[in-house]
């Protein structure tokens, strides 16, 4: 597992801005896509390409397309939805699949509820959504969900993990390196309700109000 925290001032002020719980829901959507785009930039580094000829108005030359089989990204329903447009605005050939996933908020344990993707992953790169990896059961499940149907690597992109979730992971996958988590943040624990502190609270309220 890799772990890439982005560090970046710009990156800095708009979490910043997302943290405050003065910040309101529309503020908040647009300040999440932004961020994502910033991540995205990164977790993109290693993107399959491929060599494709063409002329310019002065040459021919060989230059690059984004490989098939296509990128595919899986936004985590429902705090993750507020990241697609944000990473598909980089990545516009990108296919996407969708998994619901909701965590019971006195077990913390992560349930799927939902799940629209591609049966066979073989050789695919896949890029996961998910604002918040906390104690890192739902991306744990997600990430061994994508691994079982034969995706060839994981990119992770969270805009705040805990250190508690993070050694989930590490424990999980190893030193397997095909799965990565890029995130903006790595903020300092969880409470004893399993929230990020500092975080930011619940990113799906945030996003969408409170269900
Ligand atoms: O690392 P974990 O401890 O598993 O917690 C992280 C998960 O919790 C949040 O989703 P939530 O269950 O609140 O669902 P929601 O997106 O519908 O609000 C968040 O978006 C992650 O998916
Ligand atoms: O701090 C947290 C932890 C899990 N899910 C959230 O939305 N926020
Ligand atoms: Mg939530």
Redesign the pocket.
Known sequence: MRLHIADHPLISHKLTVLRDRTTDSPTFRRLADELVTLLAYEATREVHVEPREITTPVTEMTGVRIADPRPLVVPILR?GLGMLEGMTRLVPTAEVGFLGMV?DEETLTATTYAERLPDDLSGRQIFVLD?????GG?LAAAIRFLLDRGARDVVAICL?T?PEGVRLIETTFGQSANVTIVTAALDER??EK????P????????LYGVV
Do not use: K, S, W
């Open positions: 705090a965590r604002p918040m990896l906390a104690t739902t705040l805990a969880l409470n399993g929230y990020i502190v975080g930011l609270g619940d990113a799906g309220d945030r």
